[in-house]
Protein backbone atom coordinates (compact mmCIF):
# COMPACT_ATOMS: atom_id res chain seq x y z
CA UNK A 1 0.00 0.00 0.00
CA UNK A 2 1.18 3.18 -0.93
CA UNK A 3 1.60 6.18 1.63
CA UNK A 4 -1.14 8.30 0.21
CA UNK A 5 -3.26 5.18 0.27
CA UNK A 6 -2.73 4.83 4.05
CA UNK A 7 -3.41 8.32 4.67
CA UNK A 8 -6.78 8.26 2.73
CA UNK A 9 -7.47 5.22 4.36
CA UNK A 10 -6.97 6.52 7.82
CA UNK A 11 -8.73 10.13 7.07
CA UNK A 12 -11.73 7.78 6.19
CA UNK A 13 -10.98 5.83 9.60
CA UNK A 14 -10.96 9.28 11.68
CA UNK A 15 -13.93 11.07 9.44
CA UNK A 16 -11.02 13.58 9.03
CA UNK A 17 -10.96 16.45 6.03
CA UNK A 18 -7.48 17.27 4.16
CA UNK A 19 -6.91 20.30 2.44
CA UNK A 20 -3.32 21.32 0.57
CA UNK A 21 -0.88 24.29 -0.37
CA UNK A 22 1.91 23.67 -2.53
CA UNK A 23 4.25 25.87 -3.89
CA UNK A 24 7.04 24.41 -5.77
CA UNK A 25 5.48 20.68 -5.41
CA UNK A 26 2.91 22.20 -8.32
CA UNK A 27 -0.03 19.98 -7.62
CA UNK A 28 2.20 16.59 -6.98
CA UNK A 29 0.93 15.99 -3.60
CA UNK A 30 -3.16 16.33 -4.86
CA UNK A 31 -2.04 14.02 -7.47
CA UNK A 32 -1.34 11.49 -5.61
CA UNK A 33 -4.38 11.93 -3.03
CA UNK A 34 -6.80 11.83 -5.91
CA UNK A 35 -5.26 8.81 -7.51
CA UNK A 36 -6.39 6.95 -4.40
CA UNK A 37 -10.21 5.71 -5.25
CA UNK A 38 -12.67 6.94 -2.71
CA UNK A 39 -10.19 9.86 -1.67
CA UNK A 40 -13.08 12.59 -2.53
CA UNK A 41 -14.33 11.32 0.87
CA UNK A 42 -11.55 12.83 2.69
CA UNK A 43 -9.50 15.44 0.15
CA UNK A 44 -11.83 18.53 0.49
CA UNK A 45 -9.08 20.81 -1.65
CA UNK A 46 -5.41 21.53 -2.92
CA UNK A 47 -4.37 24.61 -4.23
CA UNK A 48 -0.98 25.67 -5.94
CA UNK A 49 -0.24 29.28 -4.68
CA UNK A 50 3.21 29.51 -6.59
CA UNK A 51 3.90 32.76 -6.50
CA UNK A 52 4.31 35.03 -3.04
CA UNK A 53 0.90 36.60 -4.37
CA UNK A 54 -1.04 33.70 -4.92
CA UNK A 55 -0.06 33.16 -0.97
CA UNK A 56 -1.27 36.25 0.54
CA UNK A 57 -4.35 36.45 -1.91
CA UNK A 58 -5.66 32.88 -0.90
CA UNK A 59 -3.93 31.74 2.23
CA UNK A 60 -3.69 34.97 4.22
CA UNK A 61 0.11 34.41 4.30
CA UNK A 62 1.60 37.78 5.79
CA UNK A 63 3.21 40.25 3.18
CA UNK A 64 6.38 41.12 5.95
CA UNK A 65 6.90 37.52 6.65
CA UNK A 66 7.88 36.76 2.50
CA UNK A 67 9.88 39.72 2.57
CA UNK A 68 11.83 39.60 6.64
CA UNK A 69 12.04 35.48 5.85
CA UNK A 70 11.38 34.87 2.48
CA UNK A 71 8.76 32.81 0.10
CA UNK A 72 10.78 29.62 1.26
CA UNK A 73 11.32 29.75 4.86
CA UNK A 74 9.39 27.83 8.16
CA UNK A 75 7.67 30.84 8.28
CA UNK A 76 5.70 31.41 4.74
CA UNK A 77 5.23 27.11 5.33
CA UNK A 78 3.38 27.74 8.49
CA UNK A 79 1.53 30.35 7.81
CA UNK A 80 0.07 28.52 4.60
CA UNK A 81 -1.47 25.76 6.70
CA UNK A 82 -2.39 27.93 8.76
CA UNK A 83 -4.44 29.33 6.26
CA UNK A 84 -5.69 26.24 5.32
CA UNK A 85 -7.05 25.35 8.71
CA UNK A 86 -8.13 28.47 9.43
CA UNK A 87 -10.83 28.15 6.65
CA UNK A 88 -12.80 25.67 8.92
CA UNK A 89 -13.13 23.55 5.72
CA UNK A 90 -10.29 20.58 6.77
CA UNK A 91 -8.65 18.93 9.85
CA UNK A 92 -5.36 18.04 8.15
CA UNK A 93 -3.26 20.99 6.09
CA UNK A 94 -0.56 20.38 4.38
CA UNK A 95 1.89 22.70 2.98
CA UNK A 96 5.02 23.28 0.76
CA UNK A 97 7.55 25.64 -0.07
CA UNK A 98 10.80 25.54 -1.63
CA UNK A 99 13.07 25.40 -4.27
CA UNK A 100 13.62 22.94 -6.73
CA UNK A 101 16.01 24.60 -9.55
CA UNK A 102 17.81 27.70 -10.30
CA UNK A 103 16.12 30.54 -8.07
CA UNK A 104 16.66 34.90 -8.01
CA UNK A 105 17.41 34.41 -4.49
CA UNK A 106 20.55 32.34 -5.16
CA UNK A 107 19.27 29.78 -2.29
CA UNK A 108 20.73 26.07 -2.32
CA UNK A 109 18.63 23.70 -4.89
CA UNK A 110 16.51 21.48 -3.00
CA UNK A 111 16.10 23.53 -0.28
CA UNK A 112 12.42 23.02 0.95
CA UNK A 113 9.63 23.21 4.46
CA UNK A 114 6.83 21.10 4.68
CA UNK A 115 4.28 21.84 6.77
CA UNK A 116 0.83 19.79 8.31
CA UNK A 117 -1.50 21.23 10.33
CA UNK A 118 -3.22 18.47 13.00
CA UNK A 119 -4.84 19.30 16.55
CA UNK A 120 -4.03 23.19 16.67
CA UNK A 121 -0.11 22.24 15.87
CA UNK A 122 1.90 23.14 13.04
CA UNK A 123 4.78 20.74 12.40
CA UNK A 124 7.37 22.13 9.75
CA UNK A 125 10.42 20.07 8.20
CA UNK A 126 12.84 21.53 7.05
CA UNK A 127 14.64 19.53 4.24
CA UNK A 128 17.45 19.50 1.64
CA UNK A 129 17.09 17.29 -1.56
CA UNK A 130 19.27 16.80 -4.54
CA UNK A 131 18.61 15.70 -7.97
CA UNK A 132 16.15 16.60 -10.85
CA UNK A 133 13.90 19.32 -10.53
CA UNK A 134 11.42 16.72 -10.57
CA UNK A 135 13.23 14.35 -8.53
CA UNK A 136 13.42 17.05 -5.69
CA UNK A 137 9.19 17.66 -6.33
CA UNK A 138 8.72 14.17 -6.41
CA UNK A 139 11.07 13.88 -2.66
CA UNK A 140 9.17 16.56 -1.12
CA UNK A 141 5.55 14.97 -2.20
CA UNK A 142 6.77 11.98 -0.89
CA UNK A 143 7.63 13.91 2.43
CA UNK A 144 4.13 15.59 2.74
CA UNK A 145 2.49 12.69 2.45
CA UNK A 146 4.80 11.26 5.32
CA UNK A 147 4.71 13.35 7.53
CA UNK A 148 0.88 13.80 7.46
CA UNK A 149 0.33 10.05 7.91
CA UNK A 150 3.05 9.94 10.62
CA UNK A 151 1.10 13.17 12.54
CA UNK A 152 -2.33 12.13 12.47
CA UNK A 153 -1.55 8.27 13.23
CA UNK A 154 0.56 9.64 16.20
CA UNK A 155 3.51 8.01 15.03
CA UNK A 156 5.54 11.07 14.74
CA UNK A 157 6.86 10.49 18.18
CA UNK A 158 5.62 14.11 19.26
CA UNK A 159 9.25 14.54 20.17
CA UNK A 160 9.80 17.65 18.50
CA UNK A 161 10.63 20.89 19.93
CA UNK A 162 7.70 23.24 20.68
CA UNK A 163 7.93 26.74 21.02
CA UNK A 164 8.22 29.99 19.00
CA UNK A 165 10.55 29.95 15.84
CA UNK A 166 10.40 33.81 15.60
CA UNK A 167 8.73 36.35 17.62
CA UNK A 168 6.46 37.25 14.41
CA UNK A 169 4.40 34.47 14.92
CA UNK A 170 3.35 35.26 17.92
CA UNK A 171 0.21 35.75 16.44
CA UNK A 172 -0.02 32.61 15.43
CA UNK A 173 -0.22 31.24 19.13
CA UNK A 174 -3.15 33.86 19.81
CA UNK A 175 -5.18 31.78 17.19
CA UNK A 176 -4.33 28.31 19.41
CA UNK A 177 -2.19 26.93 16.99
CA UNK A 178 1.54 25.97 18.18
CA UNK A 179 4.76 25.97 16.24
CA UNK A 180 6.35 22.89 16.14
CA UNK A 181 9.94 22.59 14.16
CA UNK A 182 10.64 19.34 13.27
CA UNK A 183 14.31 19.28 11.32
CA UNK A 184 15.73 16.92 8.67
CA UNK A 185 19.45 17.71 7.19
CA UNK A 186 19.38 21.05 8.89
CA UNK A 187 19.35 23.47 11.17
CA UNK A 188 16.63 26.03 11.38
CA UNK A 189 16.93 29.35 9.92
Do not use: H, P, W
Not at 6 to 11: A, D, H, I, P, Q
Not at 12 to 27: M, Q
Not at 79 to 96: F, P, Y
Not at 119 to 139: H, L, Q
Amino acid sequence: MSRQEELVSLLKEKNLKLSVAESFTGGLISEKIVSVSGASEVFYEGMVCYNAQSKIDRLNVKESTISEKGVVSAETACEMATGLLKTGNCDVAIATTGYSDVNEDDKQIGLCYVAVGFEGKIAVSKNVFDGTRRRIMERASCKALDMAFKIVSGQDGRNVEEGQAEENLADLKKNALKFVIETNNASIV
